[in-house]
């Protein structure tokens, strides 16, 4: 009989890699979606009829402890987070419930039904935010810079703390920017190809942008939810930091997607003080020594593949729009 596993956040990016992944390797994946008046699954379409999809919500107890008691997953992956940056300035109360308390919800729910379940906590490089150490690691200190950082490093400690106070196999894997094609298009990188894509085929002028200096370590999505799995195969619960261990200014991502096109970004990229934030995190680049050592795991992408394949799925895309 193979595992089960339960993912909250499948609608999202990671969960609809993630599912994939587990579902190749013969588990039976119950994805967690919450209630909406209109159902956009498009993330996940293509595996109609080999997922079992479940409502609770990360706000609600009940919802969660009743699909954990129902399911009875071997694992559990807790994706679901009000993940954008900026939305957590404008909503910094309802980001703490989702992406910090949020995760307490989830514990509570393993712990109340069956403390022998293994969970993973989606845990993020924004909780470096002013970053104390180049490049980060494990042990790096925090200083998260935005209600979505501190909401993360809440959600950080309350699986460290759970792990300790009642030997729980929780995990928190700590994961630099990863992207791809199903990445929401409000993210920088998916903004730049969508409108690269957009400026190729004349359906738009311009880009609007804000900070174009600051530098992330970008990696492809695919591989970064392999490492997830990989955390909690191992014979004991350790955190651990996933990046490529190389850093791009927005600038870089910007110029390659342009060139992917043959066009030169400079007359089409018009930087707005609209976007840019409150307060910026400058620079991120991780060690992944840890993982590799331990995990095995390494990232096969690199980032032109990655700005690459972006670039051509919007254009892809974008192209069936067009009527010619
Ligand atoms: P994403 O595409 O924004 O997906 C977020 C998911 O959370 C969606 O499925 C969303 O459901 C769900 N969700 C939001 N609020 C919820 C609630 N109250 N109850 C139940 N579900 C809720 O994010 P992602 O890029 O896949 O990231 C996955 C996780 O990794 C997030 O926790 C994110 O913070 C974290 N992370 C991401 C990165 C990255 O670079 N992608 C890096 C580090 C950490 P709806 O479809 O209904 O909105
Ligand atoms: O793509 P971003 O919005 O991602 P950010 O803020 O780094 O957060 C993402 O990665 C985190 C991991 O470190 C996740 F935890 C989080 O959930 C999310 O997935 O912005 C990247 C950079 C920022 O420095 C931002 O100021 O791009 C800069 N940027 C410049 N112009 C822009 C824009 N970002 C956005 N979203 N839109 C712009 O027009």
Redesign the pocket.
Known sequence: MGKTAVI????????SYLAELLLDKGYRVVG???R?STQ?NERINHLEGKLELVS????DQSSLTTVIRDTRPDEVYN??????VPASWAQPVLTGE??AL?VTRVLEAIRSVDPGIRMYQ?????MFGLVREVPQRESTPFHPRSPYGVA?VYGHWITVNYRESYDLFAVSGI?????SER??LEFVTRKITDGVARIKLGLAAELRLGNLDAQRDWGF?GDYVRAMWLMLQQPAPQDYVIATGRTHAVRDFVRLAFECVDLRWEPYVVVDPRFVRPAEVDLLIGDPAKAKAQLGWEPETTFEQLVERMVRADLERLSRTVTV
């Open positions: 909250t956040g499948i609608t999202g990016q990671d969960g967690v979606t919450r909406t956009v609770a919500d990360l706000l994706l679901a987070a009000q993940s954008f989702f992406t949020g989606a845990s993020s490089s924004e993360k994961l630099f920017n990863h992207e990445r929401g999505a």
